[in-house]
Nanobody, 120 residues
Framework: QVQLVESGGGLVQPGGSLRLSCAAS????????MGWYRQAPGKQRELVAA???????NYADSVKGRFTISRGNAKNTVILQMNSLKPEDTAAYYC??????????????WGQGTQVTVSS
């Protein structure tokens, strides 16, 4: 009942920037944590950045100082601003949200993923 749609991926040269956006729709009463994960070929999915409903953020060490996560101006959106991109940032990026749709239990929802490729 909850759909997450990412946008903003693409091909960028090393040192460049990209801005990922994720919008949630459907039956949503409340959203707690929003986050971005990534998965490179042959590797496990890993947390990139997360933001709580209170605005507290958490980043992977590999992206600290380069990436910024924020809640978008539009309701139920999350933004990942990625600067100083490196080839090792190449991966499929997935949006994740902890959503309260019914009752009192928050459930995890995932987007379909958007590809980010950093290459010259």
């Amino acid at each position: 009942q909850v759909q997450l749609v990412e946008s903003g991926g693409g091909l960028v040269q090393p040192g460049g920037s990209l801005r990922l956006s994720c919008a949630a729709s459907g039956r949503i009463r409340s959203i707690d944590t929003m986050g971005w994960y990534r998965q490179a070929p042959g590797k496990q999915r890993e947390l990139v950045a997360a933001i709580t409903s209170g605005g507290r953020t958490n980043y992977a060490d590999s992206v600290k100082g380069r990436f910024t996560i924020s809640r978008g101006n539009a309701k139920n959106t999350v933004i990942l601003q990625m600067n100083s991109l490196k080839p090792e940032d190449t991966a499929a990026y997935y949006c994740q949200m902890s959503v309260l749709a019914y009752g009192t239990v928050y459930e995890i929802s995932w987007g379909q993923g958007t590809q980010v490729t950093v290459s010259s």
